[in-house]
């Protein structure tokens, strides 16, 4: 759990900067199809989790925005957790003010 937690975003924005330099270096086609791959893999695995839970199909076609998208946004936010607890960062909690009758 602490690798899933603390490593893989970290592994993740690793993983982002070398595609970057791939794409630049002239390799884009490599990186097409690991990102292809990818999203058929994440596809594959939407699609047996909606039969598995006879959910709606059309949740399906949301799949591939976890491979771009959702999930380096649940890296960051991660990372923030992450560093913040490092450094100690002393976490504020706060509330929603009442307003009406």
Do not use: C, H, N
Not at 29 to 50: D, E, P, R, W, Y
Not at 63 to 77: A, E, R
């Amino acid at each position: 759990m602490i690798i899933s937690m603390v490593v893989l975003p970290f592994a993740g924005l690793a993983v982002i900067a070398t595609s970057i330099w791939e794409i630049i270096s002239g390799d884009w086609f490599f990186v097409l199809k690991m990102f292809g791959l990818f999203i058929v893999l994440q596809t594959l695995m939407s699609a047996l989790a909606v039969r598995i839970d006879r959910d709606d199909p059309k949740l399906i076609l949301f799949s591939p925005f976890l491979v771009l998208g959702y999930k380096q946004l649940i890296d960051v936010l991660l990372m923030k957790g992450t560093l913040e607890t490092i450094f100690r960062t002393k976490a504020k909690w706060t509330r929603a003010k009442r307003i009406g009758i």
